[in-house]
């Protein structure tokens, strides 16, 4: 889904679907989601991602209707969901185990939910078809749920979660029984389906690789507080915080202090013996200021000479080398002991590595390459 063709965030007018205002719970003294208000809009797949204990999934329980705000409302479509039932919320929860029934076929448990909302036989047996046509399923509509694989067992369960049309899916982990491989084709395959039913989605992962794939938007929760809100290339490009750099993608932090600014540029000293770092901003830095300078490792271009005209260049020697196929990652030893992370593409198929172990290296990037963080 394109995000200029789809940004209600960004306008004014938009009415959200999902209404956080002021939300806290508390489980006796330990406060699990904290004062928080955010809105999600209809049609995104919106991602809730945070470290174990962060309060995603009680997020996602509130909203599922299994557990209540100690304080604060939610709002779905303008109605306040707190005394509504989770079985009577235009809300469906699709769970990590999937929970399909194991003596009942793909059909059938697809066709449950449905039944038990006394609907007519004719449209069930409709709904349940165009359900197994959705998730390409069609073939396996007679097998139990031990008789396909994972990934399938997992279409099903979605197929399941959306046969009675809510409003609002929300997703815990749902990709986390699968393997690598699997996970990343499923991923697509989830966007595709939530872009065809137009469903919202909400997911809970830990995997921030998912929920950069997958998400119109990413929280980044800390704490029962969501730091930041943004798009997947804006939390990546320009984190608002070192704990949204450092947990989104591989990152260097160096702290140092605000020695110079000119219009955007900022010079950055941060430990003896080494050379400034040179960096824009447009908030202005102090003399003084400390500053948490974030840079990503692809950003570092690293090599043997060192290069003419580039505002940054640091020399150190190659302590270890991470290949990745695709990639490889060389950390970098400077003289004061500080360990800097460049990655190099490897785009030709060569015998050896450019560099070795114990290789000196000029490392190298741009002002503009890295972002300049207060806190």
Not at 76 to 84: N, Q, V, Y
Not at 253 to 265: F, T
Not at 335 to 341: T, V, W
Request: with cysteine.
């Amino acid at each position: 889904m394109a995000l200029d063709e789809f940004a209600p965030w960004r306008d004014p007018n938009a009415k959200p679907i999902i209404h956080f205002q002021n939300v806290t719970k508390r489980f006796g003294d330990f406060v699990a989601i904290d004062d928080l208000t955010i809105d999600i809009y209809e049609q995104e797949f919106f991602a809730l991602l945070g470290p174990s204990g962060c309060g995603k999934t009680t997020l996602m329980r509130m909203l599922a209707g299994f557990e209540t705000p100690t304080e604060g409302t939610i709002l779905l479509s303008g109605e306040d969901i707190g005394p509504i039932p989770p079985n009577k919320r235009a809300v469906n929860m699709m769970f990590q185990s999937y929970a399909l029934f194991p003596h009942l076929s793909i059909w059938d448990n697809i066709a449950f939910g449905l039944r038990r909302d006394n609907m007519p036989k004719n449209e069930v047996g409709d709904r349940v078809e165009e359900m197994l046509r959705l998730t390409r399923m069609e073939k396996f509509a007679r097998r139990k749920p031990h008789q396909v694989s994972g990934g399938q067992r997992q279409r099903v369960a979605l197929a399941r979660s959306l046969a009675k049309a809510p409003k609002l899916l929300l997703l815990d982990e749902p990709l986390g029984a699968l393997d690598k491989k699997l996970r990343q084709d499923t991923q697509f395959e989830l966007m595709d389906i939530q872009e065809k039913t137009g469903t919202t989605f909400v997911i809970v992962t830990h995997d921030q690789e998912e929920a950069m794939t997958v998400a119109s938007r990413v929280a980044v929760m800390d704490h029962g507080k969501i730091v930041q809100v943004a798009t997947p290339d804006a939390i990546y490009e320009t984190p608002n915080s070192t704990y949204v750099a450092d947990f989104i993608g591989d990152v260097n932090l160096i702290e140092g202090k605000a020695v110079a600014q000119d219009g955007e540029k900022v010079t950055i000293a941060w430990a003896e013996g080494q050379p400034d770092i040179i960096g824009t901003s447009d908030k202005p830095f102090s003399n003084g200021k400390t500053v948490h300078f974030a840079i990503r490792p692809e950003k570092i271009a690293i090599a043997a000479e060192k290069p003419d005209g580039a505002a940054n260049t640091i020399q150190g020697k190659v302590l270890d080398i991470a290949y990745l196929g695709n990639i490889s990652t060389y950390h970098v030893e400077l003289a004061n002991g500080h360990i800097i992370k460049a990655q190099a593409a490897n785009n030709r198929r060569i015998s050896r590595r450019s560099f070795t172990w114990e290789d000196q290296v000029w490392l190298s990037w741009t002002d503009t390459a890295g972002i300049l963080l207060e806190s």
